[in-house]
Nanobody, 118 residues
Framework: VQLVESGGGSVQAGGSLRLSCAASGLTFSAYHMAWFRQAPGKEREFVATISWTDANTGYTDSVKGRFTISRDNTKNTVYLQMNSLKPEDTAVYYC????????????WGQGTQVTVSS
Protein backbone atom coordinates (compact mmCIF):
# COMPACT_ATOMS: atom_id res chain seq x y z
CA VAL A 1 0.00 0.00 0.00
CA GLN A 2 1.20 3.48 -0.86
CA LEU A 3 -0.18 6.90 -0.09
CA VAL A 4 1.66 9.65 -1.97
CA GLU A 5 0.98 13.29 -1.15
CA SER A 6 1.69 16.17 -3.49
CA GLY A 7 0.83 19.83 -3.91
CA GLY A 8 2.67 21.32 -0.98
CA GLY A 9 4.75 24.45 -1.30
CA SER A 10 5.33 27.97 -0.08
CA VAL A 11 2.65 30.65 -0.24
CA GLN A 12 1.93 33.99 1.35
CA ALA A 13 -0.77 34.43 3.94
CA GLY A 14 -4.18 34.56 2.32
CA GLY A 15 -3.12 32.28 -0.50
CA SER A 16 -4.35 28.84 -1.49
CA LEU A 17 -2.96 25.39 -2.07
CA ARG A 18 -4.53 22.10 -3.09
CA LEU A 19 -3.01 18.94 -1.69
CA SER A 20 -3.53 15.57 -3.32
CA CYS A 21 -3.00 12.08 -1.96
CA ALA A 22 -2.89 9.22 -4.44
CA ALA A 23 -3.53 5.77 -2.99
CA SER A 24 -2.50 2.44 -4.44
CA GLY A 25 -2.54 -1.16 -3.30
CA LEU A 26 -5.82 -0.94 -1.41
CA THR A 27 -9.54 -0.90 -2.13
CA PHE A 28 -9.74 2.86 -1.86
CA SER A 29 -13.52 3.05 -1.69
CA ALA A 30 -13.48 0.92 1.49
CA TYR A 31 -11.39 3.42 3.42
CA HIS A 32 -12.15 6.57 5.32
CA MET A 33 -9.47 9.11 4.46
CA ALA A 34 -8.01 11.93 6.52
CA TRP A 35 -5.44 14.67 6.56
CA PHE A 36 -3.21 15.34 9.53
CA ARG A 37 -0.45 17.88 10.00
CA GLN A 38 2.60 18.33 12.17
CA ALA A 39 4.23 21.67 12.81
CA PRO A 40 7.83 21.95 14.04
CA GLY A 41 8.05 21.06 17.72
CA LYS A 42 4.38 20.06 17.92
CA GLU A 43 2.38 16.87 17.99
CA ARG A 44 0.73 15.58 14.85
CA GLU A 45 -2.86 16.85 14.75
CA PHE A 46 -6.02 15.94 12.91
CA VAL A 47 -7.09 18.33 10.15
CA ALA A 48 -9.96 16.80 8.17
CA THR A 49 -11.64 13.52 7.35
CA ILE A 50 -13.99 12.17 4.71
CA SER A 51 -15.96 8.97 4.91
CA TRP A 52 -15.64 6.05 2.51
CA THR A 53 -18.99 6.96 0.94
CA ASP A 54 -18.04 10.62 0.56
CA ALA A 55 -21.17 11.42 2.55
CA ASN A 56 -19.58 12.75 5.72
CA THR A 57 -16.75 15.17 6.36
CA GLY A 58 -15.24 16.60 9.52
CA TYR A 59 -12.73 19.33 10.31
CA THR A 60 -10.74 20.63 13.19
CA ASP A 61 -12.10 23.97 14.33
CA SER A 62 -9.10 25.99 13.20
CA VAL A 63 -9.64 25.14 9.51
CA LYS A 64 -13.44 25.13 9.28
CA GLY A 65 -14.62 27.43 6.53
CA ARG A 66 -11.16 27.58 4.96
CA PHE A 67 -10.26 23.97 4.08
CA THR A 68 -12.31 21.48 2.09
CA ILE A 69 -11.65 17.75 1.91
CA SER A 70 -12.92 15.73 -1.04
CA ARG A 71 -12.22 12.43 -2.74
CA ASP A 72 -12.48 10.86 -6.17
CA ASN A 73 -12.91 7.11 -5.83
CA THR A 74 -12.42 6.68 -9.59
CA LYS A 75 -8.91 8.12 -9.23
CA ASN A 76 -8.11 6.68 -5.77
CA THR A 77 -7.29 10.20 -4.67
CA VAL A 78 -8.19 12.43 -1.75
CA TYR A 79 -7.77 16.19 -1.86
CA LEU A 80 -7.44 19.03 0.59
CA GLN A 81 -8.28 22.46 -0.77
CA MET A 82 -6.75 25.06 1.53
CA ASN A 83 -7.85 28.68 1.19
CA SER A 84 -7.12 31.79 3.24
CA LEU A 85 -3.95 30.21 4.50
CA LYS A 86 -2.37 31.53 7.68
CA PRO A 87 1.21 31.26 8.97
CA GLU A 88 -0.05 28.90 11.67
CA ASP A 89 -1.04 26.44 8.93
CA THR A 90 2.66 25.85 8.27
CA ALA A 91 3.33 22.15 8.78
CA VAL A 92 4.02 18.85 7.11
CA TYR A 93 0.69 17.49 5.92
CA TYR A 94 0.04 13.76 5.90
CA CYS A 95 -2.80 11.75 4.46
CA UNK A 96 -3.99 8.62 6.21
CA UNK A 97 -6.34 5.74 5.42
CA UNK A 98 -8.59 3.87 7.84
CA UNK A 99 -10.57 0.82 6.78
CA UNK A 100 -14.28 1.31 7.32
CA UNK A 101 -14.33 -1.60 9.83
CA UNK A 102 -11.45 -0.31 11.97
CA UNK A 103 -10.91 2.54 14.40
CA UNK A 104 -7.21 3.19 13.85
CA UNK A 105 -5.51 4.52 10.75
CA UNK A 106 -3.84 1.72 8.85
CA UNK A 107 -1.69 3.58 6.37
CA TRP A 108 0.12 6.92 6.22
CA GLY A 109 1.81 8.91 3.49
CA GLN A 110 5.27 10.40 3.69
CA GLY A 111 4.03 13.97 4.03
CA THR A 112 4.22 17.19 2.03
CA GLN A 113 5.51 20.50 3.37
CA VAL A 114 3.26 23.55 3.46
CA THR A 115 4.87 26.86 4.39
CA VAL A 116 2.82 30.03 4.79
CA SER A 117 4.67 33.31 5.17
CA SER A 118 3.22 36.49 6.62
Amino acid sequence: VQLVESGGGSVQAGGSLRLSCAASGLTFSAYHMAWFRQAPGKEREFVATISWTDANTGYTDSVKGRFTISRDNTKNTVYLQMNSLKPEDTAVYYCAARHLTRSNYDYWGQGTQVTVSS
